[in-house]
């Protein structure tokens, strides 16, 4: 893992790079908690090299990057980390609600817009979910298509397939969740 912080426009923002199956990560933490999980592309490279690259260990990064290992072993279901969502009111309700869709099952977009109270507003949920700055964590993959399709996902679909795959796989029977 590497380890970077900086303080920019007022916000002191660290953060660290880790291997996983489904690529390079880059997280990113406040003094709040965790505030971005990037797949390895260029905006990625941008989020680093803005930060900069002085060392300090985080607390909160060290712990989310335990916990994303343990995701990614089958091991763990659900993430116990301080999060730092910034956006729109609309968006911070979109991922919030991300957070209660159990491990190992999907909704559509359609469920989940109706789930925020707002049924009508399936494409700002397909456009809230696109701008989920946590993803993994913030179960974005966990939304598909009305058909039962894998749609749009930072990662690329088949990391959203791998995800599915795996919480399907480790998902235990009659519902019950594990840590």
Same mark, same amino acid.
């Given at each position: 893992? *590497?380890?970077?912080?900086?303080?920019?426009?007022?916000?002191?923002?660290?953060?660290?790079?880790?291997?996983? !199956?489904?690529? /390079?990560?880059? @997280?990113?933490? /406040?003094? =709040?908690?965790?505030?971005?999980?990037?797949?390895?592309?260029?905006?990625?490279?941008?989020?680093?090299?803005? =930060?900069?690259?002085?060392?300090?260990? &985080?607390?909160? @990064? +060290?712990?989310?990057? *335990?916990?994303?290992?343990?995701?990614?072993?089958?091991?763990?279901?659900?993430?116990?980390?301080?999060?730092?969502?910034?956006?729109?009111?609309?968006?911070?309700?979109?991922?919030?609600?991300?957070?209660?869709?159990?491990?190992?099952?999907?909704?559509?977009?359609?469920?989940?817009?109706? *789930?925020?109270?707002?049924?009508?507003?399936?494409?700002?949920?397909?456009?809230?979910?696109?701008? &989920? !700055? =946590?993803?993994?964590?913030?179960?974005?993959?966990?939304? =598909?298509?009305?058909?039962?399709?894998?749609?749009?996902?930072?990662?690329?679909?088949?990391?959203? +397939?791998?995800? @599915?795959?795996?919480?399907?796989?480790?998902?235990?029977?009659?519902?019950?969740?594990?840590?």
């Amino acid at each position: 893992m *590497r380890e970077s912080v900086s303080a920019r426009d007022g916000i002191e923002r660290s953060y660290i790079t880790m291997k996983s !199956p489904v690529g /390079t990560l880059t @997280l990113v933490a /406040t003094k =709040i908690g965790l505030s971005e999980l990037w797949f390895d592309k260029p905006a990625a490279t941008e989020v680093r090299r803005a =930060i900069g690259r002085s060392s300090p260990r &985080n607390p909160v @990064l +060290a712990d989310s990057a *335990r916990q994303l290992r343990e995701y990614f072993t089958g091991t763990r279901s659900r993430f116990e980390i301080a999060l730092d969502l910034s956006g729109t009111e609309f968006q911070r309700r979109a991922w919030l609600a991300l957070l209660e869709i159990p491990f190992g099952e999907t909704r559509t977009y359609a469920e989940h817009a109706s *789930r925020i109270g707002r049924p009508r507003a399936v494409r700002a949920v397909g456009a809230a979910n696109g701008r &989920n !700055p =946590i993803a993994i964590i913030v179960p974005c993959h966990r939304l =598909i298509g009305s058909d039962g399709t894998l749609t749009g996902f930072g990662g690329g679909l088949p990391a959203k +397939a791998w995800l @599915l795959a795996l919480e399907r796989k480790a998902a235990p029977a009659g519902g019950s969740v594990f840590l």
